[in-house]
């Protein structure tokens, strides 16, 4: 099975601060990569799918990118609303695996 | 709309069994492959389990196979996932989605608890 790791586990930060999370593959996955925002007592909400395609509707402040094994989530200006826990997911292969997600919180 | 609109969620004791349900409409839901994810309280996404559009593939965790089947009725626009043998491990919020390369509309999810 393919491990993700992502970093930090959680991050404070001010409103308008860029904040960077970050995903480890164990193995090379290409961009066989996604990242999901999941609010408090939510689903989560799709964000980038194939590691920096944005998903309709979603704003722009987020982007992503990496191939390979090493990606990279970034919120460009910190907002209030985008409060969340932010996971990665590899759909590379079976079993699609998850990180253990980075809870993001205004400073 | 898209919605995914789930069901059958409950509390059951160790060794028990339930089966979710997941209505889809808006869509055409015999083109999409659909998935099982849960989230134990406090903790973080699980991928459970993947069926192809037309039931020609399924695809378990190891931490339910064995135990879990999932399934689904196109004629219906239902998924479900039959859960056997249940343990208190198992003990989550179960989310339907739509997707195999990216789950991009989730259902709100079910609580099952596993307890006596």
């Known amino acids: 099975d393919i491990q993700m790791t992502q970093s930090p586990s959680s991050v404070s930060a001010s409103i308008g601060d860029r904040v960077t999370i970050t995903c480890r593959a164990s193995?090379?996955?290409?961009?066989?990569l996604v990242w999901y925002q999941q609010k408090p007592g939510k689903a989560p909400d799709l964000l980038i799918y194939?590691?920096?395609s944005l998903q309709t509707g979603v704003p722009p402040r987020f982007s992503g990118s990496g191939s390979g094994a090493e990606f990279t989530l970034t919120i460009s200006s910190l907002l209030p609303e985008d409060v969340a826990i932010y996971y990665c997911q590899q759909v590379n292969s079976f079993p699609r695996t998850f990180g253990q997600g980075t809870k993001v919180e205004i400073k | 709309e898209v919605r995914l609109v789930q069901s059958g969620g409950g509390l059951v004791q160790p060794g028990g069994s339930l089966r979710l349900s997941c209505a889809a409409s808006?869509?055409?839901?015999?083109?999409?492959?659909m998935n099982w994810v849960r989230q134990a309280p406090g903790k973080g996404l699980e991928w459970v389990s993947y069926i192809t559009s037309l039931s020609s593939s399924v695809y378990y965790s190891d931490s339910v196979k064995g135990r879990f089947i999932i399934s689904r009725d196109n004629d219906r626009n239902s998924l479900f996932l039959q859960m056997d043998t249940l343990r208190v491990e198992d003990t989550a919020v179960y989310y339907c989605?739509?997707?195999?390369?990216?789950?991009?509309?989730w259902g709100a999810g079910t609580t099952v608890t596993v307890s006596s």
């Open positions: 989605a739509r997707g195999n390369t990216a789950f991009g509309v």
């Open positions: 808006g869509f055409t839901f015999n083109e999409y492959g």
């Open positions: 193995q090379d996955i290409s961009t066989w």
């Open positions: 194939r590691a920096s």
